[in-house]
């Protein structure tokens, strides 16, 4: 945050439990998750927040019921829909999507869908750029970086390889928050999840809103990160 950027990442987990509580199918929560994402962006803006980045489909997520899976692969019913995009739009807040995204797997309907998003919120100084990481694996995203430093002629050192990442255009993560109670990283932004603050909670994604969001920036804001060194 020193350069007066401040990154928060989500993984957004529990839509499932939510809707069993409820003696409902799972597809029930996807279906909340959108309000979550509102109320959180909102609170994000309010926080100051510079960059914001929310774990929406994991590489490993393939490996659900096809009809979960046949839901997910539509981002703009559940995660974030027409009517929430302008509003987005309107208050300079860019979208992007980061992870596999030429992946054949993922339906043609929803490749446009995140292709023209992603050009519908374009904004040279935006004032809060949200990354969605869609069929995202921190593993994959390292490979990949690997892959194509190795294809270059650049020395070995480690701001040549992060120039290959696909989370390049990110600051690292200063906090990282997960819903409903899992206290695992599941494979999400392995290299810039460094030296970020970690907030565990409870709650349940589809119950999620800008408030628990506001308090843990505002826990996070007590933290004292000393990066290897000793205290100030
Ligand atoms: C998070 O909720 C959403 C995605 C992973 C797409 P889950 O669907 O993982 O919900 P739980 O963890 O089963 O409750
Ligand atoms: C992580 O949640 C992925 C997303 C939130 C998109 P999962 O529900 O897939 O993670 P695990 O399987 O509980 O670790
Ligand atoms: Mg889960």
Not at 29 to 45: I, R, W, Y
Not at 171 to 192: A, C, K, V, Y
Request: aromatic share 10%; charged share 20%.
């Amino acid at each position: 945050m020193a350069d007066g950027t401040l990154h928060v990442a989500v993984i957004m987990d529990g839509n499932g439990r939510w809707a069993g509580a409820r003696g409902l199918p799972r597809s029930a929560g996807h279906e909340q998750a959108h309000l979550s994402v509102e109320s959180t962006v909102t609170a994000a803006l309010e926080c100051g927040v510079t960059h914001l980045s929310l774990f929406a489909f994991s590489s490993e997520n393939w490996n659900r019921p096809d009809e979960e899976v046949a839901l997910l692969m539509q981002p703009g019913c559940w995660l974030l829909t027409d009517e929430e995009l302008e509003s987005y739009r309107q208050r300079n807040i860019q979208i992007s999507f980061m992870g596999n995204l030429t992946d054949p797997r993922i339906p043609d309907a929803c490749s446009d869908w995140l292709r023209t998003t992603a050009k519908r919120t374009a904004s040279q100084h935006p004032r809060l750029r949200v990354t969605v990481a869609f069929n995202y694996g921190g593993r994959q995203e390292i490979a990949e970086a690997v892959r194509a430093h190795t294809a270059s002629s650049e020395p070995g050192i480690q701001e040549d390889f992060r120039r290959h990442l696909w989370s390049s255009y990110l600051p690292d993560i200063d906090l990282l928050i997960r819903t409903s109670g899992e206290h695992r990283i599941s494979n999400f932004m392995l290299w810039s999840l460094w030296y970020a603050e970690l907030i565990f909670t409870d709650t349940l994604w589809p119950d999620f809103r800008g408030v628990h969001f506001s308090d843990a920036v505002a826990e996070y804001q007590k933290r004292n990160r000393r990066y290897g060194t000793v205290s100030s």
